[in-house]
């Protein structure tokens, strides 16, 4: 009986110490990686402030065509997704600034889309 008492705790306590190191991860992320998670699941109505960050990232893009790519290949899943049509929306104008060449077919997919 003592045996599987303590291989029962020695089991909570390990799940527990994993909970808590992704918890950690968590709440350490980037605040960018944070907005691209909301922005998954973005709706209307939702507050936008939680996507700032793509905003902000999209600007300082400018200059940096790197950055400008990278936001680029993060944003283009968004659209073959499940994603809220308001998070597509903001995908499409996220990419009228950024986007390039390699945006075309993606976008060409949503023009028969009325929505967007």
């Known amino acids: 009986m003592f045996h599987r008492t303590s291989t029962l705790v020695a ?31 973005f709706d209307w ?22 950055a400008r790519k990278d936001l680029e290949t993060r944003l283009l899943p968004l659209l073959a997704g499940d994603s809220p049509q308001c998070a597509k929306d903001f995908v499409c104008r996220k990419l009228s600034l950024i986007g390039t060449v390699q945006s075309v077919p993606a976008l060409a997919k949503l023009l028969c ?3 967007l």
């Open 45 to 66: 109505g939702q507050d936008r402030s939680a996507l700032k960050p793509i905003d902000d990232a999209v600007v300082t893009s400018r200059a940096d065509a790197a």
């Open 113 to 115: 889309d009325e929505k």
């Open 11 to 41: 089991l909570l306590v390990a799940a527990l110490l994993l909970v808590n190191a992704q918890l950690a991860v968590s709440a350490d992320a980037p605040p960018l990686d944070k907005a691209f998670a909301a922005l998954k699941t």
